[in-house]
């Protein structure tokens, strides 16, 4: 099974707000409402930022937000800040009883 | 506060076997699905397998790409979960991961990794 697909960069001044995509079939992305984010900065593991599409774990900051529309999840940073520099993978529940991952997208802050 | 450390990785020569070991702390284990994940030097992050809690621990799921060379398993009584990696290729190179699962599959809550390095 194909990772799921992220842009290979984004980035944004501080204060904006950036998106990144992540794109699958419905066969996980489009199927299920268990998509997840993840925030890893370099040398560190990485740290879930949202889960159930659009949830927000205890103690991660509102600027971070999760949509869904088909078979495209979305990450949306608002008021970015020279701390959300990493990078950020989405991931999902498949119809085969696995998650898959996306190929990534590291976060630039200019 | 949930831990989890990880341990096992290092220098192993292609063919060979390894496991790695996970223990787990600050949370009911035995009723919580645990996950592996990998990430090879400079690459995105790849689930590799998953184990249910107790009375869901026959569920041991496995990415095609790992299917038939890793195998999942935990003992409840210690708290540790482990991936027994065997025929070890190049391609294995990377830190693994343990992590507390979500649900059944989906990585919560990670821990730092051991780093697997298979080279002749």
């Known amino acids: 099974q194909s990772a799921l697909t992220q842009p290979a960069s984004v980035s944004g001044s501080p204060g904006q707000s950036i998106t990144i995509s992540c794109t699958g079939t419905?066969?996980?992305?489009?199927?299920?409402?268990?998509v997840s984010w993840y925030q890893q900065h370099p040398g560190e593991a990485p740290k879930v930022i949202i889960y159930?599409?659009?949830k927000r774990p205890s103690g991660v900051s509102y600027r971070f937000s999760g949509s869904k529309s088909g078979n495209t999840a979305s990450l949306t940073i608002s008021g970015l800040q020279a701390e959300d520099e990493a990078d950020y993978y989405c991931?999902?529940?498949?119809?085969?009883?696995?998650?898959?991952f996306g190929t990534g997208t590291q976060v630039t802050v200019l | 506060e949930v831990q989890l450390l990880e341990s096992g990785g290092g220098l192993v020569q292609p063919g060979g076997s390894l496991r790695l070991s996970c223990a787990a702390s600050?949370?009911?284990?035995?009723?919580?699905?645990m996950t592996w994940v990998r990430q090879a030097p400079g690459k995105g992050l790849e689930w590799l397998s998953a184990?249910?809690?107790?009375?869901?621990?026959?569920?041991?799921p496995y990415a095609d790409a790992v299917k038939g060379r890793f195998l999942i398993s935990r003992d409840n009584s210690q708290n540790m979960v482990y991936l027994q990696i065997n025929n070890l290729r190049v391609e294995d190179t990377a830190v693994y991961y343990c992590?507390?699962?979500?649900?059944?599959?989906?990585?919560?809550?990670w821990g730092q990794g051991t780093l697997v390095t298979v080279s002749s």
């Open positions: 992590a507390k699962a979500r649900g059944y599959v989906s990585p919560e809550f």
């Open positions: 600050g949370f009911r284990f035995r009723y919580t699905a």
């Open positions: 184990i249910g809690g107790t009375g869901d621990d026959n569920r041991k």
């Open positions: 419905n066969s996980d992305v489009g199927n299920y409402e268990y």
């Open positions: 159930d599409v659009n």
């Open positions: 991931s999902s529940y498949t119809i085969i009883d696995t998650e898959i």
